[in-house]
Protein backbone atom coordinates (compact mmCIF):
# COMPACT_ATOMS: atom_id res chain seq x y z
CA UNK A 1 0.00 0.00 0.00
CA UNK A 2 1.29 3.50 -0.86
CA UNK A 3 0.36 7.01 0.74
CA UNK A 4 0.52 9.96 -0.56
CA UNK A 5 -1.06 12.92 1.48
CA UNK A 6 -1.37 16.61 -0.59
CA UNK A 7 -2.83 19.93 -0.05
CA UNK A 8 -0.61 21.32 2.45
CA UNK A 9 0.16 25.20 1.93
CA UNK A 10 0.30 28.59 3.61
CA UNK A 11 -2.96 29.96 5.22
CA UNK A 12 -3.25 32.86 7.94
CA UNK A 13 -4.72 32.08 11.41
CA UNK A 14 -8.34 31.54 11.02
CA UNK A 15 -8.40 30.26 7.29
CA UNK A 16 -9.20 26.65 6.29
CA UNK A 17 -7.50 23.88 4.59
CA UNK A 18 -8.27 20.42 3.10
CA UNK A 19 -5.74 17.65 3.16
CA UNK A 20 -5.95 14.75 1.14
CA UNK A 21 -4.77 10.96 1.42
CA UNK A 22 -4.27 9.04 -1.72
CA UNK A 23 -3.94 4.71 -1.28
CA UNK A 24 -2.89 2.75 -4.26
CA UNK A 25 -1.37 -0.45 -4.48
CA UNK A 26 -3.13 -3.78 -2.95
CA UNK A 27 -6.02 -2.08 -0.99
CA UNK A 28 -8.86 -4.12 -0.37
CA UNK A 29 -10.75 -1.22 1.44
CA UNK A 30 -10.46 -2.54 5.33
CA UNK A 31 -7.85 0.07 6.47
CA UNK A 32 -8.55 2.33 9.12
CA UNK A 33 -6.49 5.66 8.25
CA UNK A 34 -4.89 8.07 10.39
CA UNK A 35 -3.52 11.46 10.37
CA UNK A 36 -0.44 12.32 12.87
CA UNK A 37 1.81 15.77 12.23
CA UNK A 38 5.34 16.90 13.21
CA UNK A 39 5.95 20.43 14.48
CA UNK A 40 9.68 21.35 14.40
CA UNK A 41 11.65 19.79 17.24
CA UNK A 42 8.56 17.76 18.61
CA UNK A 43 7.38 14.26 18.36
CA UNK A 44 4.92 13.19 15.92
CA UNK A 45 1.44 13.48 17.17
CA UNK A 46 -2.52 11.47 16.90
CA UNK A 47 -4.50 13.90 15.25
CA UNK A 48 -7.69 12.28 13.46
CA UNK A 49 -8.38 8.54 12.68
CA UNK A 50 -11.46 7.22 11.27
CA UNK A 51 -12.56 3.28 10.49
CA UNK A 52 -12.88 1.66 7.23
CA UNK A 53 -16.24 2.16 6.95
CA UNK A 54 -16.61 5.78 8.11
CA UNK A 55 -18.60 4.49 11.32
CA UNK A 56 -16.16 5.74 13.89
CA UNK A 57 -13.87 8.99 13.98
CA UNK A 58 -11.32 9.58 16.86
CA UNK A 59 -9.88 12.87 17.33
CA UNK A 60 -6.97 14.48 19.26
CA UNK A 61 -8.58 16.86 22.06
CA UNK A 62 -6.49 19.49 20.12
CA UNK A 63 -8.29 19.50 17.16
CA UNK A 64 -12.12 18.67 17.80
CA UNK A 65 -14.18 20.65 16.65
CA UNK A 66 -12.24 22.15 14.32
CA UNK A 67 -10.81 19.36 12.43
CA UNK A 68 -13.01 16.25 10.27
CA UNK A 69 -11.86 13.32 8.85
CA UNK A 70 -13.83 11.49 6.10
CA UNK A 71 -13.05 8.96 3.33
CA UNK A 72 -14.40 7.71 0.02
CA UNK A 73 -13.23 4.11 -0.07
CA UNK A 74 -14.52 3.88 -4.00
CA UNK A 75 -11.94 6.85 -4.73
CA UNK A 76 -9.35 5.26 -1.83
CA UNK A 77 -9.41 8.64 0.06
CA UNK A 78 -9.27 9.74 3.23
CA UNK A 79 -9.73 13.94 3.39
CA UNK A 80 -8.78 15.84 6.42
CA UNK A 81 -11.06 19.42 6.81
CA UNK A 82 -8.79 21.67 8.96
CA UNK A 83 -10.69 25.20 9.81
CA UNK A 84 -9.94 27.86 12.71
CA UNK A 85 -6.40 27.00 11.89
CA UNK A 86 -4.25 28.64 14.42
CA UNK A 87 -0.41 28.85 14.62
CA UNK A 88 0.08 26.01 16.71
CA UNK A 89 -1.64 23.61 14.06
CA UNK A 90 1.66 24.10 11.84
CA UNK A 91 3.39 20.81 10.89
CA UNK A 92 4.21 18.14 8.76
CA UNK A 93 0.82 15.92 8.31
CA UNK A 94 0.82 12.62 7.80
CA UNK A 95 -1.33 9.94 6.58
CA UNK A 96 -0.99 6.02 7.78
CA UNK A 97 -3.10 3.07 7.17
CA UNK A 98 -3.60 0.12 8.99
CA UNK A 99 -5.36 -2.72 7.36
CA UNK A 100 -8.37 -4.25 10.04
CA UNK A 101 -11.03 -6.60 9.83
CA UNK A 102 -12.80 -4.21 12.60
CA UNK A 103 -15.48 -1.75 11.54
CA UNK A 104 -14.91 0.17 14.99
CA UNK A 105 -10.87 -0.18 14.49
CA UNK A 106 -9.78 3.70 15.01
CA UNK A 107 -6.16 3.48 16.36
CA UNK A 108 -4.30 6.21 17.96
CA UNK A 109 -0.64 5.12 18.59
CA UNK A 110 1.99 5.26 15.56
CA UNK A 111 3.08 2.01 16.07
CA UNK A 112 -0.73 0.46 15.12
CA UNK A 113 0.17 1.78 11.72
CA UNK A 114 1.46 -0.57 9.30
CA UNK A 115 1.79 2.01 6.00
CA UNK A 116 2.87 5.97 6.20
CA UNK A 117 2.13 8.63 4.06
CA UNK A 118 5.52 11.14 2.85
CA UNK A 119 3.73 14.22 4.75
CA UNK A 120 2.56 17.62 3.63
CA UNK A 121 3.66 20.59 5.14
CA UNK A 122 1.07 22.90 6.83
CA UNK A 123 2.16 26.31 7.77
CA UNK A 124 -0.59 28.86 9.65
CA UNK A 125 0.89 32.59 10.10
CA UNK A 126 -0.72 34.52 13.05
Known amino acids: VQLQAFGGGLVQAGGSLRLSCRAS????????VGWFRQAPGKDREFVAAISWNSGVTYYADSVKGRFTISRDNAENTVDLQMNSLEPEDTAIYYCAARPTGSSRYVPSGRSEYAYWGQGTLVTVSS
Open 25 to 32: GRTNGKTA
